[in-house]
């Protein structure tokens, strides 16, 4: 195992809460949950708002169609939101009837199949009393069904590039779980990935090597580790870990989102403390998002 910091470059600051990156069409894009904006920022740390939202944007996820438009997760109200070309945003996807009121969608990943994984958090958060999460599936066809249930606050999710395995953040179990990917897009065969210990992780990624990084907020890291377990790096900075992408012209450069954290209700209002961070990766990116 390898810790500490390495080189770090700040690409971005002055965030008010930045979640959900994703390297895409050679820029870093991210949800800013306080400004409730969509942003990209590319290697040299010009920024560009992609999409404005007037919703509620605690939680808001985002990913791609195949033809490139934009999907915004309007966590509230159960609307996966499409960008048009014209920058204007219509529903794509109607969720709302298959969670309780009150428990926000989260995060939202495209596999290579066209289908996307949909989780909910399963419990209004925050302030409400702890309920197990789910994951659903949106088919390429438009239809929509629960895949997965029983999984303790859901957050970052992943999917490997053979579009075999779907991998998901167990935050409130502290582990890493795994799913086998039916034809169907069906979730079966559930196992722990990795256990994470006194780790609570948050968003993923996964890198060609077959490890998995995790931001993890109270401890301010972000930790790569195999399949079992096994702890291979980590990145310690001075503020909470919310998020991590691997992307960069040749695919090695981990994007960490991170800010302090002083709870929801501090999230925009005060200091915008967001920042955007990179440092060099052992291996490129894989599979989704």
């Not at 979640?19 to 895409?24: G, K, T």
């Not at 997760?73 to 609307?79: E, K, T, W, Y």
């Not at 249930?149 to 953040?169: E, H, R, W």
Request: charged share 20%; net charge negative.
């Amino acid at each position: 195992m390898s810790s500490g910091t390495p080189p770090l470059r700040q690409l971005m600051a002055g965030i008010a809460f930045g979640e959900s990156p994703r390297w895409h069409d050679g820029r870093l894009w991210f949800a800013d949950w306080g400004a409730q904006q969509v942003i990209a920022v590319d290697l040299g740390g010009h920024s560009e708002v992609m999409a404005r939202v007037d919703f509620p944007s605690f939680p808001m996820s985002i990913d791609w169609l195949p033809d490139g438009r934009l999907l915004i997760m309007s966590a509230r109200d159960g609307r996966l939101l499409r960008q048009e070309p014209d920058g204007s945003l219509v529903t794509h996807a109607e969720l709302s009837g298959l969670a309780g009121q009150g428990h926000p969608w989260n995060e939202i990943v495209v596999d290579g199949r066209d289908s996307a994984y949909i989780n909910n958090i399963g419990f209004e958060f925050p302030g409400g009393d702890f309920a197990p999460g789910t994951i659903v599936l949106l088919g390429s066809d438009g239809s929509v069904r629960q895949v997965a249930d029983g999984i303790a606050f859901p957050n970052g999710m992943a999917v490997t590039a053979d579009n075999s395995t779907l991998i998901v953040a167990e935050s409130y179990a502290s582990k890493l779980t795994a799913f086998e990917i039916a034809e169907d897009g069906s979730l079966a065969g559930r196992r722990t990935w990795a256990d994470t210990p006194g780790d609570h992780p948050d968003g993923i990624c996964l890198d060609a090597d077959g490890a998995v990084w995790y931001a993890d907020v109270g401890n301010k890291h972000c930790v790569r580790v195999a399949e079992g377990g096994e702890v291979l790096k980590t990145i310690e900075i001075d503020r909470g870990c919310f998020a991590c992408m691997l992307g960069g012209e040749d695919g090695r450069t981990l994007f960490i989102v991170a800010q302090e954290w002083g709870g929801p209700e501090h999230m925009q209002a005060g200091e915008r403390t967001g920042r955007v961070l990179a440092a060099r990766a052992p291996a490129p990116g894989a599979g989704w998002p």
